[in-house]
């Protein structure tokens, strides 16, 4: 499987990618979307020497910026002719006050978010392409609603409810897409949600204030936290299995729970086709990217 991860410099992201890299004999070809080229060949360099795998690269992208986004659109084009799957995942966590983004964003909107709207909808063909079933799996997590008087939270902000934000628009995002593709016969494609039960020891610690970590670090003492590497052993079926398996849990949101997969029943909201079609709008108007809109055409 030929896997591009958004944000596979740390925590659940890499935790994926690594599990993926080592797993079946390194026969997984692993594409990691990342800032910072430091980081990211960092990475490389670390999973190669775990996994042995040598079919790890890179793709630099700053999702805080539009311009970039189209940039590794681009460059995933020049270097690939498929995809089997994408996992939506980068996302920013903590933080300390609400920073805007050159293109005009709530952070965490675009981050977490938009960027990768733009992103999903234009690597789209390339999943197309996949002989093993392509497929889109984001990282979500239930709750949380879309502020559409105040979307770049300029009047009310906090971190939290960024997040929790741009956790609903990905969520009818998968559903849009789904939906799309399962009334379109001979589509091959799966878009599937997927909130990890228990919390990941991710970068995010060493970002959180201090008080935030000496709470962290007592409860994962009680067992609340699991590893990057066991969230990707718990999250990497989903990348490897078959198409038909696939495709039976697409439009599904899933958890994973004693030792198997099983749905959670996501917020009626959700599934609003009025609703998802205002925020599909909002959000092409926000990419103001001609190919984006083009993609987008043959959607409605
Ligand atoms: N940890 C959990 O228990 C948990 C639970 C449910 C959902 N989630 C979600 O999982 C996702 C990953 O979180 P995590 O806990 O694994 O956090 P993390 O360790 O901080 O990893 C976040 C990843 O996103 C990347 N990223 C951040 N901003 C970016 C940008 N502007 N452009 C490109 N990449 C960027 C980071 O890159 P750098 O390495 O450069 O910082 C990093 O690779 C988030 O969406 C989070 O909301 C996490």
Redesign the pocket.
Known sequence: MKVLV??????????VAKVLAGSDNQIHEIII????EE?GKATIKELEASTKNNKISLIL????KLS?VQKAIKEIHSQHDFLDGLFI?????YAPERVETEDGMD?HFQ??YL?QFMLTLNLLDLLEKSENGGRVIF???EGGEIFWDDMQMKKKWGYESG?HQ??VAKRMFCDRLHNYYRNNEGSGLSFIGF??A???????IN?IPLPMKIMATVMKIFGT?IS?EE?GMIMSPLFTENQEESLKRSGKFITWKKNKFTEIAQDNSVYDKKMQDKLWNISLDLCKDKKTTQIAEKFI
């Open positions: 958004t944000g596979g410099t740390n925590g659940m992201g890499k935790g979307l990342c800032r910072s980081r992208c700053d999702l805080t970039d995942n980068a996302g920013l966590g952070s981050v977490n960027s990282n979500v997590t997040i741009a956790m909130q990890i228990k919390t990941v020891w991710s970068n995010q970002i936290f990057i969230c």
